[in-house]
């Protein structure tokens, strides 16, 4: 069982920055797939970057060099640092892990934090 926390959400300006935070139960590094997923009204959910339990980093196109995915395996926890934010990028942020045991994948989400980016 993993459970995530995400912290961080809030209102910023196009062209801000914002951190969000996500919290997990136990050491990230047992956990093989960590990531960040978004869903705006009226959308389903995509997803936004992902991390590996080897440090490997995927991203949305729409995100490529604005967001960075990463990762405090001292604290258990994994940001996405989020830079030259766009109206576009409003949504409900989704904290994700998946664990593999063997030839099963158990996958946890945490409750999300809104993102609102607005003049």
């Known amino acids: 069982q993993v459970q995530l926390v995400e912290s961080g959400g809030g209102l910023v300006q196009p062209g801000g920055s914002l951190r969000l935070s996500c919290a997990a139960s136990?050491?990230?590094?047992?956990?093989?797939?960590m990531g960040w997923y978004r869903q705006a009204p009226g959308m389903e959910r995509t997803q936004v970057a992902t991390i590996t339990n080897s440090g490997t980093t995927n991203y949305a196109d729409s995100v490529k060099g604005r967001f960075t995915i990463s990762r405090d395996s001292a604290k258990n926890t994994v940001y996405l640092q989020m830079n030259t934010v766009k109206p576009e990028d409003t949504a409900v942020y989704y904290c994700?892990?998946?664990?593999?045991?063997?030839?099963?994948?158990?996958?946890?989400w945490g409750q999300g934090t809104q993102v609102t980016v607005s003049s």
């Open positions: 136990r050491n990230i590094l047992s956990i093989n797939v």
């Open positions: 994700n892990a998946e664990v593999f045991y063997g030839l099963t994948r158990s996958t946890y």
